[in-house]
């Protein structure tokens, strides 16, 4: 008998999901559906670059901000574009980052260019090793390496020093023969069930002096992408954790205390993720919605008769400026809105300037009340298919 079965007999390595309720397999059905859709969502190539970016910030700041990093979410996103340089006395910060970037990075890099997502005890090593490159005292923590004294967080214990690089090989072993039997028709649902359960067993195992936190985030990530989750949502899970730190924690402790019952954490994590799937949707609409707007705009000026081509260009320009604010703009401050409107209405008088906006509201693409004029986005949903109001 070894000593980690008599301290952290919740270490089992086994999830029944024979008792699963039924909310738990609608929920997965959903994140599959969801991810699926979002990977067959054809994107311009700075939207889906922006959409990327986004969400590699929230990740990469969600693991370091639950380990402490105070940099903002706009920091980040400017550190992982090379626009932020930070004093001496907060290099740590930004070194955190870049390390967990650089890991993030790799792990595309290897699965979607085609390797096997397997996981061995040599690579869960090399990740710790690498989130933990340069950091303070990190020379002491013996990043990369097994611990071989006790440790943990906060009232938690990690499991017993001499046991833990047999449970981590344990871990792989479980999670590359749960790999193998997933069917092919949920790989996407039961990945993230694996990828959840890989992130709660090598935090209970604890197995490094430092750093298991975000180690446990790369494996989460490697485990997402190796079924096809797209990138930007592989990192939802991070973020909802960071989110509800306390809630985090506390469905730890539940499913260690609980005769390792980990189906607690796995709901808790399920619903964070396909919570953030869904306000991923949302923002694909709209981006999608920008593209059709613009489109339908273009369209309607292809087919008004009796109107010079620079008077056309003068109103399409003013609308699709128009279009990016969202609160209603005074009909004499609409000159201001962008550069280009500002060089189009040098010079010229307000009525020229009411004119064009009354055209526009006789095209339906702009209505104007006491509060001013603003784009008529929403006279495309004309376009959705039918259905009944609830």
Avoid at 79 to 99: F, M, T
Avoid at 260 to 266: E, I, L, S
Avoid at 317 to 334: T, Y
């Amino acid at each position: 008998m070894r000593e980690y079965e008599r301290t952290h007999p919740w270490i089992s390595f086994d999830l029944d999901l024979g008792r699963a309720s039924p909310k738990f397999w609608m929920m997965l059905g959903e994140i599959q559906s969801k991810c699926e859709h979002i990977a067959g969502v054809p994107l311009m190539g700075d939207v889906a670059k922006r959409l990327h970016q986004v969400f590699l910030a929230k990740g990469v700041l969600a693991t370091t901000a639950i380990e402490g990093n105070t940099l903002t979410e706009e920091e980040v996103a400017r550190r992982i574009q090379g626009l932020l340089d930070l004093p001496p006395s907060k290099d740590y910060l930004g070194r955190e980052i870049d390390n967990v970037v650089d890991g993030c990075n790799e792990i595309r890099r290897r699965i979607i260019g085609g390797e096997a997502g397997i996981l061995t005890t040599a690579q869960i090593m090399d990740f710790n090793r690498r989130i933990m490159s340069g950091l303070p005292d990190s020379v002491e923590k013996l990043p990369g390496e097994i611990r071989t004294v006790s440790v943990g967080v906060g009232r938690y214990r990690g499991a017993p020093a001499e046991d833990c690089e047999y449970l981590v090989d344990r871990l792989c072993e479980w999670m590359n023969q749960e790999r193998q039997q997933a069917p092919a028709d949920m790989k996407i649902a039961m990945g993230v069930v694996r990828a959840i359960l890989a992130h709660l067993y090598l935090v209970w195992i604890h197995p490094f002096n430092d750093g298991n936190g975000r180690t446990a985030r790369m494996m989460e990530l490697q485990i997402l992408l190796d079924v096809a989750v797209p990138t930007p949502a592989a990192h939802l899970l991070s973020n909802h954790y960071n989110q509800t730190r306390s809630e985090y924690y506390r469905m730890l402790d539940r499913s260690s205390s609980d005769n390792g019952n980990a189906m607690h954490f796995v709901m808790y994590a399920l619903q964070g993720m396909l919570d953030g799937l869904r306000s991923q949707i949302d923002l694909i609409r709209d981006f999608q919605w920008d593209v059709a707007w613009r489109e339908h705009v273009y369209a309607a000026f292809k087919t008004i008769p009796g109107t010079g081509e620079s008077v056309r260009v003068r109103r399409r320009d003013l609308i699709l400026a128009l279009s990016n604010v969202r609160d209603p703009v005074a009909v004499p401050d609409l000159r201001k809105i962008s550069p280009e409107v500002a060089e189009a209405y040098a010079g010229r008088s307000i009525r020229m300037l009411s004119r064009d906006v009354e055209a526009l509201v006789e095209m339906g693409l702009v209505e104007v009340s006491p509060s001013g004029a603003r784009a008529a986005r929403e006279s495309i949903l004309r376009f959705l298919p039918g259905r009944a109001e609830r």
